[in-house]
Antibody
Framework: EVHLVESGGGLVQPGGSLRLSCVASGFTFNSYGMSWVRQAPGKGLEWVSGLTSGGDATYYADFVEGRFSISRDNSKNTLYLQMNSLRAEDTAVYFCAKYTEWFYFFDSWGQGSLVAVSS | IVLTQSPGTLSLSPGERATLSCRASQSVSGSYLAWYQQKPGQAPRLLIY???TRASAIPDRFSASGSGTDFTLTISRLEPEDFAVYYC??????????FGQGTKVEIK
């Protein structure tokens, strides 16, 4: 069974930084692309970033504007999201999600990590 | 591409049929369209993709169809556990993943 566990969320001041982690188990981690999707309180889902199985290609939503960096360590079965220059509008639950084989959809999700940006 | 889901909220009783719409701002391939279910306090769950293949362990009361700009998720007979929020999602050729704003199916 696929298991994704996020950590690293918390309260941070505007302009601050956080690094989210997602530890994966139950599948061959280095064979699948991974992604981060967020959900602001009471709002819908919003894709943030994704990367390929080897980490050689990364993708970002326009609103990231160079502030976030996605990476992975396949030796540790771990996905990361480094978030810098955080804004109040980045407040959300951040879900780690596994891409399907074809990289088009998300077939497994973690339970999410709450990031709150406030002074 | 913008995905617009309607209605925003659907009030139905258990046993009734639910029809949810997802409209794309321009024509898209159904091969790149999926539907998710999310219950309060839970992560989303992949229901159907590409555009009519059910994901693992999804019951056959869920079905989807559509082409071009108009796609539909149908729940043939609502079970109590089906009351949730449903999202459509599209994979774009420029490596972007877009979600609709969601349709809430609530108990009438």
């Amino acid at each position: 069974e696929v298991h994704l566990v996020e950590s690293g969320g918390g309260l941070v001041q505007p302009g601050g930084s956080l690094r989210l982690s997602c530890v994966a188990s139950g599948f061959t981690f280095n064979s699948y692309g991974m992604s981060w999707v967020r959900q602001a309180p009471g709002k819908g889902l919003e894709w943030v970033s994704g990367l390929t199985s080897g980490g050689d290609a990364t993708y970002y939503a326009d609103f990231v504007e160079g502030r976030f960096s996605i990476s992975r360590d396949n030796s540790k079965n771990t996905l990361y999201l480094q978030m810098n220059s955080l804004r109040a509008e980045d407040t959300a639950v951040y879900f780690c999600a596994k891409y399907t084989e074809w990289f088009y959809f998300f077939d497994s999700w973690g339970q999410g990590s709450l990031v709150a940006v406030s002074s | 591409i913008v995905l617009t889901q309607s209605p925003g909220t659907l009030s139905l009783s258990p046993g009734e049929r639910a029809t949810l719409s997802c409209r794309a701002s321009q024509s898209v391939s159904g091969s790149y369209l999926a539907w998710y279910q999310q219950k309060p306090g839970q992560a989303p769950r992949l229901l159907i993709y590409g555009p009519s293949t059910r994901a693992s362990a999804i019951p056959d009361r869920f079905s989807a169809s559509g082409s071009g700009t108009d796609f539909t998720l149908t729940i043939s007979r609502l079970e109590p556990e089906d009351f949730a929020v449903y999202y459509c999602q599209h994979f774009g050729s420029s490596a972007t993943w877009t979600f609709g704003q969601g349709t809430k199916v609530e108990i009438k």
